[in-house]
């Protein structure tokens, strides 16, 4: 059994990565005729570990089921960034037990992800929880299939509270043949005060950027036409392996292999060099659509924050990249009823989003987390006051969406159809190069390809549009 520990946890070293190419090769017949639930939850670093587990489950011979009444295996891939995240959680657990003690003994429930890395969290799961089978965290996922392999009657727990190495010749059962997720980077340096990040996925680490690109041409190769290079801070990729190599070089690399779609997430506004604004103005096929979290319009509240630049720098770098960049929609990330906001302090958030007229943005609740720096911070704020905040910021945040969207009307615009409408059925759904939600009529026999669209209406979060 091991556990985690937020201590370790915390630590960075000056080590270098160990790079560990994997070769695991397992019976698919171990669980045949058996099938798994797999529920995910949170960031799309998580969705993409989804894509790993259920390909680890598979070959153990599982197939995959939409319902805990018929599984064998429940697998929740968890996440840890706001209060929410843990009692959707435990909701869904209270399930599972239902199933396990009304009509399935033998039912294997497994939780893993971010959650998984929280002491407190496995310390419930421990107490309060026994018919939880297995517990791993985001540093053993390879482990997976030695973990049902080899479980025992008690609880089998191994988390790793660690810096992290890189895995890989890891295989992905990908949800899209469309579109892809590519991890350029782990873990998370910034230890931006709020945030649970850098304790649950370890040191900022990047992959060699031939692993990457030669899972970009392989994509490539299999008919994807879009990639999304994931890590929590993107633009310090390269930073720890790579003196003269950065994100502007590789996102060079891989638009150069002729992927009609490049994408990358998430920035921080630190470190977002001319050098990236230049390449992403120069291609084509680098999306023109950057997700850039603001926090707060406090330079009071930033620094509590440790974000690492003011306002200003946010405006001048947010200015710099729309007029290097044609068309760019620009998101971000905002919390309200940071400890310590004042009115004030949340009316300079509110100017910052008057300036900048998001595409659209996601917006939290300050939720403490424990361990993190912001948790042992007074916060006077009531949750009424803060309810408030998030109501008027989203009413300011709902116009500019409408807004950005209504530029759009009678634009004819590139989507990437991906499949059919879930609300119509007669209807196809896909993405602008910005990264707008497309409704679209008359493209039934279009999925998979980038085609020319005219909108004909313009809602807060989605498009409507015919293909030309
Ligand atoms: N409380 C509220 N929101 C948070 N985020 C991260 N940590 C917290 C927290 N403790 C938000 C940030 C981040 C996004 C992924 O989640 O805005 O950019
Ligand atoms: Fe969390 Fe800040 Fe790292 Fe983003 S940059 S994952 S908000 S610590």
């Not at 001048?316 to 004042?342: A, H, M, Q």
């Not at 500019?400 to 615009?413: D, F, G, I, Q, T």
């Not at 910005?434 to 669209?453: E, F, Q, R």
Request: net charge negative; hydrophobic share 30%.
């Amino acid at each position: 059994m091991n556990l985690p520990d937020i201590k370790e946890a915390r630590k960075r070293t000056t080590n270098q990565t160990e790079y560990v190419y994997l070769n695991q090769e397992y019976d698919n017949k171990l669980f045949a005729n058996q099938k798994y639930f797999l529920r995910t939850y949170g960031c799309q670093m998580n969705v993409h570990d989804g894509e790993e587990i259920a390909a680890r489950l598979e070959s153990l011979g599982f197939t995959s089921t939409d319902s805990i009444e018929d599984a064998d295996v429940v697998v929740l891939n968890t996440c840890a960034i706001r209060e929410n995240a843990h009692d959707k959680l435990y909701g869904f657990l209270g399930r599972c037990k239902h199933e396990k003690e009304k009509n399935n003994n033998d039912l294997i429930i497994a939780i893993c992800g971010c959650m998984a890395q929280e002491e407190n969290v496995v310390k419930d799961i421990m107490e309060k929880h026994p018919y939880v089978d297995i517990v791993f965290g985001t540093h053993n996922i390879h482990e997976l299939q030695d973990l049902l392999i080899n479980r025992t009657k008690k609880q089998n727990i191994d988390v790793y509270s660690c810096e992290g190495k890189i895995y890989e010749n890891i295989s992905y059962k990908r949800e899209s043949d469309i579109k892809a997720w590519v991890n350029i980077q782990y873990g998370c340096d910034k230890f931006c005060t709020y945030c649970i990040v850098p304790y649950t996925r370890g040191k900022q680490r990047s992959r060699k950027k031939e692993d990457i690109v030669n899972e970009v041409k392989d994509l490539k190769e299999k008919g994807y036409k879009e990639v999304t290079l994931l890590g929590q801070n993107v633009n310090a990729y390269g930073k720890d392996i790579y003196t003269d190599y950065n994100l502007a070089n590789l996102l060079t690399d891989v638009a150069e292999t002729g992927i009609e779609r490049v994408r990358f997430v998430t920035s921080h506004p630190w470190d977002f060099t001319d050098e990236m604004v230049d390449v992403i103005a120069s291609y084509d096929n680098v999306m023109p659509y950057i997700h850039l979290p603001l926090q707060s319009g406090s330079n009071k509240i930033l620094k509590l924050m440790n974000r690492r630049y003011t306002k200003e720098e946010y405006l001048e770098l947010y200015n710099k990249i729309k007029t290097k960049v044609k068309d760019c929609s620009i998101t971000t990330d905002i919390i309200v009823g940071f400890p310590n906001e004042t009115e004030e302090d949340f009316n300079e958030t509110l100017e910052v989003v008057n300036k900048c007229k998001f595409d659209s943005a996601f917006t939290f609740i300050y939720s403490p987390r424990e361990g993190t720096p912001a948790a042992k911070m007074e916060d006077s704020i009531s949750m009424k006051e803060k309810e408030d905040r998030l109501y008027k910021l989203n009413e300011l945040i709902n116009e500019y969406s409408k807004e950005a969207n209504e530029r759009y009307l009678n634009k004819v615009v590139p989507v990437l159809i991906e499949g059919i409408s879930e609300k119509d059925k007669d209807k196809v759904f896909g993405y602008t190069d910005t990264m707008k939600l497309v409704n679209v009529i008359n493209a039934k026999d279009k999925i998979g390809k980038i085609i020319d669209v005219k909108i004909t209406d313009a809602k807060s979060f989605s498009l409507d549009g015919e293909a030309i």
